[in-house]
């Protein structure tokens, strides 16, 4: 267990100095002040003119150095508040008719933030649900001839809605669009009689692929009049060309007429729909361009474009705000719920296979739609990270990706994204750049421009041609030289001619190695210039900086132990002391005991500590033997049989020639040869019961004992006081129990007499006449005899 703990504290040591060297030399390798601190916030820059050391380093590191208040360089990023339009809240019981264009959801609307590299800003997003906030909804239709039983139902779409919504928007309009397939076989028949009606020999309109039949209009009327006069067409194929309609629906805003409002595209179908490619059966490769082609509300080029991507249709009504709800009848259900989740802040709802519940369908759509906040930012620039934290209406906090939405969100319900960007480097070439943040499905955006800070503002104030830099020959920039193009080094003393730039790194590279000056110094005209330490007492030396004074190895965390000197990363030891870390003395003093044996002739001597022979064992001069049964015990019998002459070796004392016997008088004299722990005072019984004393000791390798000749013997018993002693306690014992005897019986004769008087006084006859006393008189009286 103590090896293993060592090792771990090594290990933790190691591990510690090697993250410190990491940590102080993160910043070295910036060389003007723009390049210190684009390798991270930690990195400061000293600009003055006098400073030596390393320039770019931690803070508290160029001030230990003596670097000066006033010459710190240590920009920082800011946030600046541009635009921060309150978020607008509608007094109660008031009734307040507001523009679109008054209504505010989001808080602030413009930040400018400056960024350093590596340091993040962060600010927050408030977002409000306003109230009575208007809608443009446009129904988008497929008017293949197997929809001809809806038209009935949603021709009334415009007033109904209407009436439905009032309790959400005052300020709802509503357009109508219809699709059908690209008139191109084998979408369609393409012969002169069919193109004109599809149908036949039944009666349809001629086929279409899109036409905007009604812009978004508040005439709930209009909307019905418009339906009405629609009649349905056919194609050969079931796919039909809805994606092609919804781009078109999207691109064209001005045509359609959507307002910077809440926009609602409701995609109404009873069939599939052609993907990007599907166009290259009917001889159409162009991929579609995502733009606006309609004339006279007509869609013109469905013959020349393929069908969009669903990323096209995603990014085009992501770019528009607007949620899509597609109404599909249950066979499809699947497959537009597959196309929903590719496609931002869309719904899939059951349609009917009349269309009869088309108005609760859009209603219950919105409610999901609408109640949920999901934000989205432009692209970035290379390099900058932007990051969410949401803080919804049930108090919890999300990160990551949910950290990006809140659901759940009713009218009036206030919500707040904190936000946190971060750049690394400078990138744009420190160009400003603008990046946007919106909620999907809202109109309603964040401008944030991103300022980088790529250089200090000491930058500004440089002298071109500074005699400090060799007679003009660079530009003084932040306390040091940047040169011109035929100068190198420090202080642009190196001309590029007499020596080129690979000969410089060349002559700091020792032997094979790759690393200019060891990576602890600077090549400055193909010469090292070691890296001055923060400690002055710690410093590289060498040609190439190879060597120092403070990596050679430690001991007792002291360098080479205490006993030697640090030279090249190498321990020169003192006289008396060697090892890697100095660390093993070559006086053996410490393994000598008391009576100046060696480790007590069980072990040997190495680097001052004993190193035990007999593995029983241990201590530092190996004295201790925790499992032995102890030297008094283990060479009693031989004492006892040499001193006395008795004991179970008492025939011949067979092994116990051993030692040299030396007597003494009595226990006292003893004393002089007694030495804890080596010579202990040994106390042991002999076959007699009595005590016996010697000490057993090895002094230049010879055993001695020596026997205090004196024996302690118990002396035996005094038998009268004994008997006496025996006789008395049985004496009282009888009396004892005679008294006690005695005791019980007066109590027994007591309690005896005390219930007869009781029973006595409960008599009921007279203790003067006996009352089962007869007398011996008869009288007998005639019956007859009446007195005469």
């Given at each position: ?12 040591a ?26 991270g916030?930690q ?7 006098d ?19 006033l010459?710190?360089?240590n920009?920082?990023?800011?946030i ?25 959801q ?24 306003a109230e ?35 309790g ?40 279409f ?10 005439d ?32 064209c ?11 609602l ?18 001889g ?5 361009d ?15 474009f ?20 597609f ?7 699947v497959i537009y ?10 719904k899939?709802?059951?349609?009917s ?35 969410f934290v ?5 108090g919890?906090?999300q990160k ?16 707040t ?29 964040v ?14 104030d ?14 003084l ?42 990576n ?7 010469t ?15 040609k ?19 006993h ?18 100095c660390?093993c003395?070559l006086?053996d ?37 925790p499992?032995c049964p ?16 008795t004991?179970?070796?008492?025939n ?33 019984r002999?076959a ?15 055993v001695?004992?020596?026997?205090a ?20 306690g049985?004496v ?22 005390d ?9 009921k ?19 007859r005899?009446?007195?005469k």
């Open positions: 267990m103590d090896v293993r703990v060592l090792l771990i504290l090594v290990l933790l190691f591990v510690s100095r090697s993250r410190a060297k990491t940590d102080s030399n993160d910043c070295l390798s910036g060389e003007t002040c723009g390049e210190c601190i684009q390798i916030p990195c400061v820059w000293c600009k003055d003119p400073y030596k050391p390393s320039r770019c380093d931690h803070q508290d590191s160029l001030e230990k150095a003596g670097c000066t208040a010459g710190i360089e920009p920082r990023g800011t600046t508040i541009d635009k921060n339009k309150p978020v607008t809240n509608r007094k109660p019981d008031v009734a307040e008719t507001l523009k679109h264009d008054e209504i505010t989001m808080q602030p609307q413009k930040l400018t933030l400056d960024l350093r590299s590596g340091e993040a800003q962060k600010f927050t997003l408030k977002f409000k649900r009575d906030y208007p809608i443009d909804l446009y129904f988008l239709m497929d008017l293949s001839d197997s929809m001809l039983s809806n038209i009935e139902n949603v021709k009334n779409l415009g007033t109904e809605l209407a009436k439905k919504m009032q959400t928007t005052s300020d709802l309009r509503i357009g109508f669009g219809s699709f059908l397939e690209k008139l191109v076989m084998p979408f369609i028949l393409t012969t002169p009689k069919y193109l004109k009606n599809p149908c036949y020999p039944g009666n349809c309109t001629a086929p692929t899109y036409k905007n039949v009604l812009s978004l209009t508040s709930g009327q209009a909307f019905t009049r418009e339906v009405s006069k629609q009649k349905t067409s056919g194609n050969l194929d079931s796919p039909e060309a809805g994606f092609d309609a919804i781009m078109q629906a999207a691109a805003t001005k045509e359609i007429g959507w307002r910077n409002v809440t926009r595209l409701v995609f109404s179908t009873d069939a599939g729909f052609h993907l990007a490619g599907d166009g290259k059966l009917g159409i490769v162009r991929p579609n995502g733009k606006c082609h309609l004339e006279n509300n007509m869609y013109t080029m469905g013959h020349y393929d069908y969009p991507t669903i990323s096209q249709l995603a990014d085009t009504l992501s770019e528009n705000n607007i949620q899509t709800i109404a599909v009848t249950q066979p499809f259900r719920e597959q196309l929903s989740a590719l496609i931002p802040k869309s899939v709802g059951i349609l296979a009349s269309s009869s519940n088309v108005i609760e369908l859009i209603l219950e759509a919105y409610k999901e739609l609408s109640s949920e906040i999901i934000l989205e930012n432009s692209k970035l620039p290379k390099n900058v990270s932007i990051s949401s803080h919804c209406k049930n919890g906090s990551g990706e949910n950290g990006r939405k809140c659901s759940n969100i009713s009218i009036g319900d206030e919500v994204f904190d936000v946190e960007i971060v750049t690394e480097g400078c990138p744009s070439n420190g160009k400003s750049e603008t990046i946007k943040i919106k909620p999907l499905g809202f109109n309603e955006e401008e944030v421009v991103l300022n980088f800070i790529c250089e200090c503002e000491c930058h500004k440089n002298i071109p041609n500074s005699p400090v830099c060799t007679d003009g020959k660079g530009t920039e932040c306390g040091v030289c940047r040169c011109n193009e035929d100068r190198l080094g420090r202080l642009c003393e190196c001309s590029r001619d007499e020596v080129q730039s690979e000969d410089l790194d060349a002559n700091c590279r020792m032997g094979n190695s790759t690393d200019i000056c060891s602890n110094g600077e090549c400055v005209c193909g090292c210039e070691c890296k001055i330490r923060d400690n002055p007492e710690e410093r590289y030396s060498g190439f900086c190879e060597c120092d004074n403070f990596s050679c190895d430690r001991s007792d965390n002291k360098l080479c132990g205490g030697g000197r640090c030279v090249c990363r190498k321990c020169i030891c003192d006289a008396d002391y060697t090892g890697s870390a660390d003395p006086n003093s410490t393994c000598r005991t008391g009576n100046k044996q060696m480790c007590n002739g069980r072990g040997v001597c190495k680097c001052g500590k004993c190193i035990c022979t007999d593995p029983k064992f241990q201590g530092d001069t190996c004295e201790f033997c499992s102890g030297v008094c015990t283990e060479h009693k019998d031989c004492v006892e049989c040499r001193a006395f002459k004991g179970v070796k008492k011949g004392c067979e092994g116990c020639s051993n030692f040299n016997y030396i007597p003494v008088k009595k226990k006292e004299d003893l004393s002089p040869h007694i030495d804890p722990p080596n010579v202990p005072l040994c106390k042991q002999d007699n019961d009595c005590w016996f004393y010697f000490t057993y000791a090895i002094r230049n390798d010879n001695e004992v020596h026997v000749e004196s024996l302690e013997c118990p002396s035996g018993p005094d038998i009268i006081p004994i008997v006496a002693g025996v006789v008395a049985i009282l014992i009888g009396l004892a129990l005679l008294l006690i005897w005695k005791l019980l019986m007066v109590l027994h004769d007591r309690r005896e007499f219930k007869f008087e009781k029973e006595k006084m409960n008599a006859w007279d203790t003067g006449e006996n009352p089962i006393y007869k007398s011996a008189v008869t009288t007998v009286v005639n019956p005899y009446e007195g």
